[in-house]
């Protein structure tokens, strides 16, 4: 094995050897699932516990300053983050390269921890490391035929045929579309993660293909197929000149960046599920209801904080959301459109149906090339539970005007209803195609060939013009402030509603979890991508 000529390679010491009076390597920890960004709220930024791209980001660029620093080895340990965020550490890992020698060191040579740990120049793997490089793929569970068995069914009224919001409910198995476009999503990724290996290691894109299908079970396997640079242990890369970032945050002294002066970038998140009201989150596993949800009120807020705040130049709508409400979304949409300041769209790991709705008219749209996006379509539906009922011996008695009644879960839509639903749908989805016609310099016909309720990834978003470049929210944050005419320092801050009363925020998300509805969009027409199973690793 060849040296890796880092400094100090002898056993730790407790003391600095003669003549240092400060580290030359240190140790950076990257482990979890990295959200982007802090919550702005204080509480809950007090109780957060997880690490986010926005913090490792800060780090980053004060060990990029500092002159006395040689190396950073970064170790990574249970990284959990997804494709799209492991892309942005990439970026992060890439700038600090360009400045300080950086080495990665991978226990676990998975498909995500293998884009993130690409933008460093060199990786290294211990003998005994896991390999697990077996591409991507998805596996949805069909929950049709169990529902059906217990007494219930499910409406499902979509447009159109790509449009799987609720089908996992609705259908036994996967339809032919549906297979089609998440095929198509999995290739987007592996083309994205072979350019991304290949750029980082110097092959071609055809010998980062390979990698998938070489059946690499040890790191000295993947040493010699070109996929790592090194195979050593931990304590063969640490001497007695590196230190943990911990011990060496003192030294780390304020950049300097940052001309608030002259103008910020305010950042306004859209993470989770859109729906109306407040922003909220839900601990329930379930889908629609549980995890975060993006209110219209809360994000509407911010919007109009940012846009009238003077120190504010431009803004950046930050989007990681698989859709929700129409209603909700089109609120949102309005005040993006109607905004005199620059913004700046960037997506997370989704910007589907809803999620995609909200940022049309932003001035620039980036994108992950792992980000799943499109599903330009509608959706609406409700579980049907008139075989559970009577099984279970429950009898609703409806009094009063039937359409009133419409969106009860004790019976299926009459013809009347059901072609009144569809009414709507085609409605909401004719202005969701112009909307990004309109938005996108599309024709509509163009916009309905690529909607169709079909996602697309980030990279096929490129090609189609859904997006207008590849990047992170450190990209987007870079384009407003070119467009603002601010200079590439100016400061960034994350936008929340102003003070809304004295009740803390923890004790109204109790509050509202009391009021939890099981089926939160039974009677409205639904912009979402709603199938949560298709997480890739």
Not at 329 to 338: G, H, K, N, P, Y
Not at 443 to 458: A, C, D, F, L, T
């Amino acid at each position: 094995m060849a040296p890796f000529n880092i400094p100090f390679l002898s056993k730790a010491a407790e003391q600095l050897p003669n003549g240092l009076s400060r580290p030359t390597w240190v140790i950076l920890d990257l482990t979890g699932p990295y959200p982007a960004r802090q919550p702005a709220n204080p509480i809950q930024a007090l109780l957060s516990r997880e690490e986010t791209l926005e913090a490792l980001g800060a780090r980053v660029e004060k060990l990029q300053d500092a002159d006395w620093l040689h190396g950073v080895l970064v170790r990574f340990s249970e990284f959990t983050a997804a494709p799209a965020t492991a892309h942005a550490v990439r970026g992060i890992l890439s700038r600090l390269a360009e400045d300080k020698r950086v080495v990665a060191f991978l226990p676990q040579l998975t498909m995500t921890a293998l884009i993130a740990a690409s933008g460093a120049r060199e990786v290294v793997a211990p003998e005994s490391a896991d390999v697990m490089v077996p591409g991507f793929a998805v596996e949805p569970t069909f929950l049709g035929a169990f529902l059906k068995k217990h007494g219930i069914e499910f409406e499902n009224l979509r447009i159109r045929e790509y449009k799987a919001a609720l089908t996992r409910f609705s259908q036994e198995a996967m339809d032919d579309a549906n297979r089609e476009q998440l095929s198509a999503f999995l290739a987007g990724l592996e083309t994205a993660w072979a350019r991304d290996l290949a750029a980082a290691r110097g092959v071609s894109e055809d010998a980062a293909r390979a990698w998938l299908t070489g059946d690499l079970t040890s790191a000295r396997a993947a040493l010699e197929a070109g996929l790592i640079t090194g195979v050593a242990y931990e304590d063969e890369l640490v001497g007695p000149g590196t230190r943990p970032l911990a011990a060496v945050l003192d030294l780390l002294m304020p950049s300097g960046r940052g001309g608030a002066k002259a103008g910020r970038v305010a950042v306004v998140p859209v993470i989770g599920t859109i729906v109306t009201g407040k922003s909220r989150n839900n601990s329930l596993p379930l889908p629609l209801l549980g995890g975060p949800m993006a209110g219209s009120d809360t994000v509407v807020a911010s919007l109009r904080r940012a846009k009238k705040d003077d120190k504010t130049k431009a803004i950046v709508l930050y989007v990681d959301s698989g859709g929700g409400s129409a209603l909700a979304s089109d609120l949102i949409w309005r005040e993006v459109a109607t905004s005199d300041k620059p913004v700046v769209a960037v997506m997370g790991e989704y910007a589907a149906s809803g999620g995609y709705y909200v940022l049309t008219h932003a001035r620039r749209v980036i994108a992950s090339p792992y980000t799943l996006t499109g599903s330009i379509g509608v959706v609406s539906g409700k579980p049907v539970m008139r075989e559970f009922n009577a099984r279970q011996g429950f009898r609703p008695e409806p009094v009063g005007r039937e359409r009133a009644l419409m969106y009860s879960p004790s019976r299926p839509y009459s013809e009347d209803e059901r072609a009144l639903v569809e009414r709507g749908i085609g409605e909401v989805y004719d202005r969701f195609v112009s909307r990004v016609a309109e938005g996108r310099h599309l024709s509509p016909g163009r916009v309905n060939e690529i909607g169709r309720g079909r996602i697309w990834s980030g990279l096929d978003a490129l090609n189609l013009g859904l997006v207008d470049e590849l990047g992170d929210l450190h990209t987007g944050i870079e384009r407003a402030r070119e467009l603002a005419g601010l200079s590439g320092d100016a400061p960034v801050w994350n936008v929340t509603p102003a003070k809304t009363g004295p009740l803390p925020e923890f004790a109204r998300e109790a509050a509202r979890a009391v009021g939890l509805e099981v089926w939160p969009f039974g009677r409205e027409r639904v912009l979402t991508w709603l199938d949560t199973e298709v997480k890739v690793r």
